[in-house]
């Protein structure tokens, strides 16, 4: 995004559209809107446009912020959880803001100097129109749970300026396979409240504690989850008349 932004000039004079799409998509807590911060941070050329998923409420809103996009080019779009404005699958039911979304991404208007910079959870909810449509969203990053290698990284860098007894970072490390780096940040959040009480010092005792006590709520939202998805639809009663 940052490079596309430098040279819109010679993508222009190329005949290339200047408008580009990204979408980051992924599970919760995989670093998708520290990635957006970022991103935020390093484009000092240009005007940033920040969309939370309660900017967006009545029909005219996303026309209104494209167009001020346009004018205010080189412009970076961020919107945050777009399944909340594009998750309804037109083959089950109709959007009230999907297509007024569809048409500012790719229309009649030109989005000269523009880049939307997107994130959900939930891909899969989005519908084909954006998932699947260069001009829209041109390109797709993935971010899944940290491997063995970053979630030792991510442990290390929060346990950094914690004071601590020897630990087996290796075995913690294997242990929390799946988990992502919101979680990994939580657990050292547990030991540092933990080892409030018992010199400020986080000793293997506290991790393992820790790890325990998050884990089972992780494992409770889990059954949670899977609960609700077992669930039909309408589960109310039927009456008869």
Same mark, same amino acid.
């Given at each position: ?13 190329? !005949?290339?559209?200047?408008?580009? !799409?990204?979408? $980051?998509?992924?599970?919760? !807590?995989?670093?998708?809107?520290? @990635? @957006? ?5 390093? @484009?000092?050329? @240009?005007?940033?446009?920040? /969309? ?36 309804? %699958?037109?083959?089950?039911? *109709? ?11 790719? &229309? /009649?208007?030109?989005?000269?100097? /523009? ?19 260069? &001009? +829209? ?25 914690? +004071?601590?007894?020897?630990? *087996? ?7 929390? %396979? ?8 939580? $657990? ?8 409030? %009480? ?16 998050? &884990? ?10 899977? +609960? ?12 008869? !008349?």
């Amino acid at each position: 995004a940052i490079n596309f932004l430098e040279r819109l000039d010679d993508y222009k004079e190329l !005949g290339m559209r200047t408008s580009r !799409g990204v979408l $980051l998509l992924g599970p919760p !807590g995989t670093g998708k809107t520290l @990635c @957006c911060s970022i991103l935020m941070n390093l @484009c000092k050329n @240009c005007s940033i446009i920040y /969309v939370s998923r309660n900017a967006i409420t009545d029909r005219g809103q996303i026309d209104e912020i494209y167009s001020l996009a346009r004018k205010l080019a080189p412009s970076l779009v961020v919107v945050e959880d777009i399944d909340t404005l594009g998750g309804i %699958d037109r083959e089950t039911g *109709d959007h009230p803001l999907l297509g007024e979304f569809l048409n500012c991404l790719a &229309g /009649v208007e030109k989005n000269e100097g /523009v880049i939307t910079l997107a994130t959900t959870n939930y891909a899969n909810h989005l519908d084909w129109a954006l998932a699947d449509r260069p &001009g +829209r969203f041109d390109i797709r990053v993935n971010f899944d749970h940290p491997d063995l290698a970053a979630r030792a990284l991510i442990l290390e860098k929060y346990l950094d300026k914690c +004071r601590t007894g020897a630990l *087996d970072l290796k075995s913690m490390v294997k242990k929390t %396979d799946g988990w992502s780096g919101a979680y990994l940040r939580e $657990l050292v959040n547990i030991c540092i409240m933990l080892s409030a %009480d018992k010199e400020k010092i986080i000793t293997q005792e506290i991790l393992e504690q820790a790890f325990k006590e998050l &884990g089972e709520m992780r494992d409770a939202v889990a059954k949670e989850r899977g +609960r609700q998805r077992k669930e039909p639809d309408d589960t109310s009663t039927p009456f008869y !008349g």
